[in-house]
């Protein structure tokens, strides 16, 4: 079967899914790779995941699927080089939001992968941020792919959740070192760094449709985190609801 990646992107909001669409479509233009792409928006990063792997006809037409996230950018050389070692599960180094000097991925569970290392190493487990997977695991791993275990009194994020799962059924999981992406934390500056790539001619002054349209995307958010917010409202209000029927009752 010919190599066709669907690409998986989860956001928070459509704004983050709009520019995640034009970094992607950039850095994949005339590259010669077959893929699609697929983004969810919600607050749940775990359900995101899961769902856009299963969105638009699930995973049977393709070889692999790539987590790729809304604050990653990436280049079609970094994607043919995780395709080329022909693992079941290998990460791009994306760098960890805490630990200064640290990639997102940790050899024993303990420590955090340096960023001084070089080449494919193997870890216990690796963010998701850019995160490349055979098509044939997800097919020998239960559902949901993507998902919290506990950890003492916290829980782990949903891909240090997916590694280990996968280890338990006897993969094991790769970082490429050299595949270094960029894991931007500010959403202006992947705006920025979208403008600026853009050839001249594409430019799009603040005057014109494209603002009107990110002036649109940021309303969309807005109303998206007051569904969330009043969503979270309801539910603690039944849940009190339920206590004080008890309490009525008692």
Same mark, same amino acid.
């Given at each position: 079967?010919?190599?066709? !990646?669907?690409? $998986?992107?989860?956001?928070?909001?459509?704004?983050?899914?709009? !520019?995640?669409?034009?970094?992607? @479509?950039?850095?994949?233009?005339? @590259?010669?790779?077959?893929?699609?792409?697929?983004?969810?928006?919600? #607050?749940?990063?775990?359900?995101?995941?899961?769902? $856009?792997?299963?969105?638009?006809?699930?995973?049977?037409?393709?070889?692999?699927?790539?987590?790729?996230?809304?604050?990653?950018?990436?280049? =079609?050389?970094?994607?043919?080089?995780?395709? @080329?070692?022909?693992?079941?599960?290998? @990460?791009?180094? =994306?760098?960890?939001?805490?630990?200064?000097? $640290?990639?997102? #991925?940790?050899?024993?569970?303990?420590?955090?992968?340096?960023?001084?290392?070089?080449?494919?190493?193997?870890?216990?487990? #690796?963010? =998701?941020?850019?995160?490349?997977?055979? /098509?044939?695991?997800?097919?020998?791993?239960?559902?949901?792919?993507?998902?919290?275990?506990?950890?003492?009194?916290?829980?782990?994020?949903?891909?240090?959740?997916?590694?280990?799962? #996968?280890?338990?059924?006897?993969?094991?999981?790769?970082?490429?070192?050299?595949?270094?992406?960029?894991?931007?934390? +500010?959403?202006?500056?992947?705006?920025? /760094?979208?403008?600026?790539?853009?050839?001249? +001619?594409? /430019?799009?002054?603040?005057?014109?449709?494209? =603002?009107?349209?990110?002036?649109?995307?940021?309303?969309?958010?807005?109303?998206?985190?007051?569904?969330?917010?009043?969503?979270?409202?309801?539910?603690?209000?039944?849940?009190?609801?339920? /206590?004080?029927?008890?309490?009525?009752?008692?």
């Amino acid at each position: 079967m010919k190599t066709k !990646i669907k690409i $998986c992107t989860p956001g928070a909001s459509l704004e983050d899914i709009n !520019i995640s669409r034009r970094v992607i @479509s950039d850095a994949l233009a005339g @590259s010669g790779i077959d893929y699609d792409h697929v983004w969810r928006i919600g #607050a749940l990063v775990f359900d995101n995941r899961n769902r $856009c792997i299963l969105d638009n006809s699930g995973i049977d037409s393709y070889t692999h699927i790539l987590q790729w996230d809304s604050d990653i950018i990436a280049t =079609a050389e970094d994607v043919k080089k995780l395709l @080329s070692h022909n693992l079941p599960i290998v @990460s791009g180094a =994306a760098r960890h939001r805490q630990v200064i000097n $640290c990639f997102a #991925a940790s050899p024993d569970g303990e420590s955090f992968l340096g960023n001084d290392k070089r080449g494919l190493n193997k870890v216990l487990w #690796a963010g =998701a941020a850019f995160l490349l997977i055979q /098509r044939d695991v997800l097919k020998n791993l239960p559902r949901p792919w993507f998902r919290h275990v506990p950890n003492g009194e916290t829980q782990t994020g949903e891909d240090v959740g997916f590694c280990l799962l #996968a280890g338990q059924y006897g993969y094991s999981i790769f970082v490429d070192c050299d595949v270094r992406v960029e894991h931007l934390t +500010n959403r202006s500056e992947l705006r920025r /760094r979208i403008m600026s790539s853009a050839k001249e +001619n594409e /430019r799009v002054s603040e005057t014109s449709v494209e =603002a009107v349209e990110c002036q649109i995307m940021r309303l969309v958010s807005e109303l998206q985190r007051q569904i969330y917010y009043y969503s979270d409202e309801v539910r603690r209000l039944l849940v009190e609801n339920e /206590r004080l029927k008890k309490l009525i009752k008692s």
